[in-house]
């Protein structure tokens, strides 16, 4: 079975520029969630899909990120437009049940640098 | 507000025992759940624990008190394999909040 993939696995682009990163869950997995790390900082949730609708989007940053789920598949995050305190790793992970302590299962992340 | 940490780096010899403690206060709790993160790669899932207590699983062992807000993940007879990032992550509602990471050294 394939586990969560992202794509692309490093990006890097210029202040104002956009940039769309995108991640496919687990085949089957109905909860998708998007996290990020910056430098030196912990993993931080951003938001949670269940299928294609936006269960909690509480840890977006601000209204230039964007995440869409269309069709209840794959999952994009556009940064639109990117500043420099974007840059970090984002990570996509999939979950199979909605219960609370259903286990995450994460991607590779994609490495952001904004110059 | 959550508050999760656990201690920067530790380092031990290759077969040895290493404890890697994890302290938390956060607003809700369903859980305490242990990664572990290779340098580039996906953060991997090693064990959840929900009630108080010791859950086993190999080499790797998890241990959780809620009152004390206090985990705890061992790792015993060490392997090169095992040098890596342990994320302590505590789960509310369907968000996990981190701590920032161990860094484990294992040394032959």
């Known amino acids: 079975e394939a586990g969560v993939t992202q794509f692309p696995s490093h990006s890097v682009i210029e202040k104002g520029q956009t940039v769309t990163l995108r991640c496919d869950p687990i085949?089957?997995?109905?909860?998708l969630y998007w996290y990020r790390r910056v430098m030196g900082k912990e993993i931080k949730f951003l938001l949670h899909f269940v299928k294609e609708s936006k269960q909690d989007e509480s840890g977006m940053p601000n209204n230039r990120f964007l995440a869409e789920r269309t069709g209840g598949t794959y999952s994009t995050l556009k940064v639109q437009p990117a500043e420099l305190e974007d840059s970090g790793v984002y990570f996509c992970?999939?979950?199979?049940?909605?219960?609370?302590?259903?286990?995450?299962?994460f991607g590779p992340g994609t490495r952001l640098t904004v110059l | 507000g959550q508050n999760i940490d656990q201690p920067t780096e530790m380092t031990a010899t290759e077969g040895a025992i290493v404890q890697i403690n994890c302290t938390y206060q956060t607003s809700g709790f369903n859980g305490l759940f242990w990664y572990q993160q290779h340098a580039g790669e996906a953060p991997t899932f090693l064990s959840y624990?929900?009630?108080?207590g010791l859950e086993e699983k190999g080499r790797f062992s998890s241990f959780l008190s809620r009152s004390k807000g206090y985990s705890y993940l061992l790792l015993k007879e060490l392997q090169m394999k095992d040098s890596a990032s342990y994320l302590c992550a505590v789960g509310n509602d369907y968000k996990l909040s981190f701590g920032a990471g161990t860094t484990v050294t294992v040394r032959a």
């Open positions: 992970a999939s979950s199979q049940d909605p219960g609370y302590t259903d286990t995450q299962y």
């Open positions: 624990n929900v009630l108080d």
């Open positions: 085949s089957g997995h109905d909860n």
